[in-house]
T-cell receptor, first 114, second 112 residues
Framework: AQSVTQLDSQVPVFEEAPVELRCNYSSSVSVYLFWYVQYPNQGLQLLLKYLSGSTLVKGINGFEAEFNKSQTSFHLRKPSVHISDTAEYFCAVSERNSNYQLIWGAGTKLIIKP | DGGITQSPKYLFRKEGQNVTLSCEQNLNHDAMYWYRQDPGQGLRLIYYSQIVNDFQKGDIAEGYSVSREKKESFPLTVTSAQKNPTAFYLC???????????FGDGTRLSIL
């Protein structure tokens, strides 16, 4: 992957409202796709990943993401957020035929308003 | 419980000093990685190791060094050549190279 773009640096949303965090990537080959979550002063935890098969991927904590090959996107969604979802979310991409590692987006901070 | 342990959680470096960040994993993973995280940026790869006694430079290896003498350990040394070392450092491991990565809780390095 040449680059990964997370279109929003911050997303404020009211508690129990739905949320979508956007991720686009540029690559001319097949890719693996990941979403990680980082709580304050902690490491990253895998939310979900797309390797192959169904383009709708379900992860932990009620999150899901949809791979759209034509739009080179992998947006993360949750139908109803909670205060505990306050964190930073990172999208990452790895090209299948590359010897290189993950290419990371800059992150999106999810801010839950009570 | 299996996991990745990074120590110390906070570290301070004086000018001209080398410091070493510890990373230990008991997951029996072959591959290990070091990342640097700065505010508003994604993770940048410093070094990675696919197997014991082997490691490769990532995107920003200048001013850093590593060793991989044991499968479970992958220490990172921030040398005095790294002029802007203040950052959050994350260690990760995966069962095999390019596998799903598992992260430690990080070390925050600051300059005195």
């Amino acid at each position: 992957a040449q680059s990964v773009t997370q279109l929003d640096s911050q997303v404020p949303v009211f508690e129990e409202a739905p949320v979508e965090l956007r991720c686009n990537y540029s690559s001319s080959v097949s890719v693996y796709l990941f979403w990680y979550v980082q709580y304050p002063n902690q490491g990253l935890q895998l939310l979900l990943k797309y390797l192959s098969g169904s383009t709708l991927v379900k992860g932990i904590n009620g999150f899901e993401a949809e791979f759209n090959k034509s739009q080179t996107s992998f947006h993360l969604r949750k139908p109803s957020v909670h205060i505990s979802d306050t964190a930073e979310y990172f999208c990452a991409v790895s090209e299948r035929n590359s010897n290189y590692q993950l290419i990371w987006g800059a992150g999106t901070k999810l801010i839950i308003k009570p | 419980d299996g996991g990745i342990t990074q120590s110390p959680k906070y570290l301070f470096r004086k000018e001209g000093q080398n410091v070493t960040l510890s990373c230990e994993q008991n997951l029996n993973h072959d591959a290990m990685y070091w990342y640097r995280q700065d505010p508003g940026q994604g993770l940048r790869l410093i070094y990675y190791s696919q197997i014991v006694n082997d490691f490769q430079k990532g995107d920003i290896a200048e001013g850093y060094s590593v060793s991989r003498e044991k499968k479970e350990s992958f220490p990172l040394t921030v040398t005095s050549a790294q002029k802007n070392p203040t950052a959050f450092y994350l260690c990760a491991s995966s069962i095999e190279f390019r596998g799903t990565q598992h992260f430690g809780d990080g070390t925050r390095l600051s300059i005195l």
